[in-house]
């Protein structure tokens, strides 16, 4: 057996992040980590909440069998049915670190696990690059730095506006007042005239607009000849994805506010998604983003794993993509680690292995992640140990 004996929670600040993760050890030794994926926005201290409530439910579990306990809490915890960002992110957290503990134990990369390597490297986009510019010029230029280090894919939120402490402010109440709405169509066109036609671009709307604004915003992005356009509504707005399903050439891509296979489920039947976008560390785990993916697979529609936590979901994410068919490139934030405050939690972070836009699926036991177990101490904030025999 590989019983759990310990159950550790880490509640990190990280420049703009929040990551919280848990670290599972087994009374062998081995030890297995995985992450809450609300590293943004607010949440983090619900979620390590929800961990240390989940913890005497894992200690003393068999780590061999990840879905067993999977369901365990699942059906057994009331509020994980039908539940949310929180709960779904505490057992995604779990999640992890089980299948990360099984695979060291038998000395595979998690992948092999599930039967599949559709790839061996995985091309990533950058992501939060303009996030310090509230003009058209300005914000549309900082696309440079990126292109220069190699990407040819970036994501952005032409909608949003830069908020001092916080990541980003985005649309209220439904509405742009005129300026911001001209500013956000100028910047889609300037950035577009920037980085020229051959760079890949996706704008994500954070379902911020009410209908008319939505409907003239994207007859301007069908000009630009995007890769995708993310959560053009509400993440609860699965009739309004059914009524705009085929208006426009451009992809949609939505999911990274849904969890476990229900959710998507709903979601894929609308007919209105073109890219499912499940997030490793809150759609319910790895094993169900792989599901995910093969029901994705079904719809005929395409997979991009969601991820804005810290580097261990990266390394999460690019297990659970070269185990699925269809997928698409990653998300990453190559500049957050710039932050005074940031703080690298894994001694192997692949965020820093990118060249020319891709990165290698690693080869190493686990979700191949060396926890930099010194730099995430100071923030232990729960410790649930086996009582002794």
């Not at 030794?29 to 994926?37: P, Q, S, W």
């Not at 914000?139 to 894919?153: F, K, N, Q, T, V």
């Not at 985005?170 to 742009?176: A, P």
């Not at 070269?322 to 490139?329: F, G, L, R, T, V």
């Amino acid at each position: 057996m590989l019983t759990i004996s310990n159950v550790r929670v880490f509640n990190i600040r990280s420049g703009p992040q929040r990551p919280v993760i848990v670290e599972l050890s087994t009374r062998d030794g081995i030890v297995g980590y995985g992450e809450a994926a609300v590293a943004y926005g607010i949440g983090a201290d619900a979620a390590a909440g929800m961990l240390a409530d989940m913890a005497p439910s894992i200690v003393g579990v068999d780590a061999r069998y990840p879905r067993n306990v999977w369901h365990e809490i699942y059906d057994n915890s009331f509020w994980t049915k039908g539940g949310g960002a929180v709960v779904f992110a505490a057992l995604s957290a779990i999640d992890l670190a089980l299948w990360d503990i099984k695979a060291k134990a038998l000395g595979v990369p998690v992948h092999e696990l599930f039967g599949a390597r559709f790839t061996s490297t995985i091309e990533v986009y950058a992501n939060g690059w303009s996030t310090r510019h509230d003009d058209v010029v300005g914000w549309a230029s900082s696309a440079e730095r990126p292109i220069s280090e190699g990407y040819r894919m970036l994501k952005c939120y032409p909608l949003a506006s830069y908020e001092k402490g916080r990541t980003l402010r985005h649309v209220q109440r439904r509405q742009l007042d005129d300026g911001a709405f001209k500013r956000a169509v100028d910047r889609v066109r300037t950035l577009r005239k920037v980085v020229g036609p051959d760079i890949g671009l996706m704008f994500d709307l954070s379902g911020g607009l009410n209908n008319d604004q939505l409907l003239r915003f994207m007859d301007v992005c069908a000009e630009l000849d995007l890769i995708w356009v993310e959560e053009p509504l509400d993440a609860f707005n699965f009739q309004g994805l059914r009524h705009l399903a085929g208006r426009w050439s451009i992809p949609i891509a939505a999911g990274e506010r849904i969890y476990t296979r229900g959710g998507f489920r709903n979601l894929l039947e609308t007919g209105g998604v073109d890219i499912a976008m499940p997030d490793v560390g809150n759609c319910g785990g790895i094993f169900e983003f792989v599901q995910i993916a093969a029901m994705a697979e079904a719809h005929n529609v395409r997979v991009s794993a969601h991820n804005c936590a810290s580097s261990l979901c990266t390394a999460a994410s690019i297990q659970a993509i070269a185990a699925s068919a269809m997928a698409m490139p990653l998300e990453t934030y190559p500049y957050y680690s710039e932050a005074n405050d940031y703080v690298q939690v894994l001694k192997n972070p692949p965020d820093k292995t990118v060249v020319d836009g891709r990165l290698a699926v690693p080869t190493a036991p686990g979700l191949g992640a060396d926890v930099d177990v010194d730099a995430i101490a100071p923030f232990r904030c729960f410790d649930y140990r086996e009582a002794a025999a």
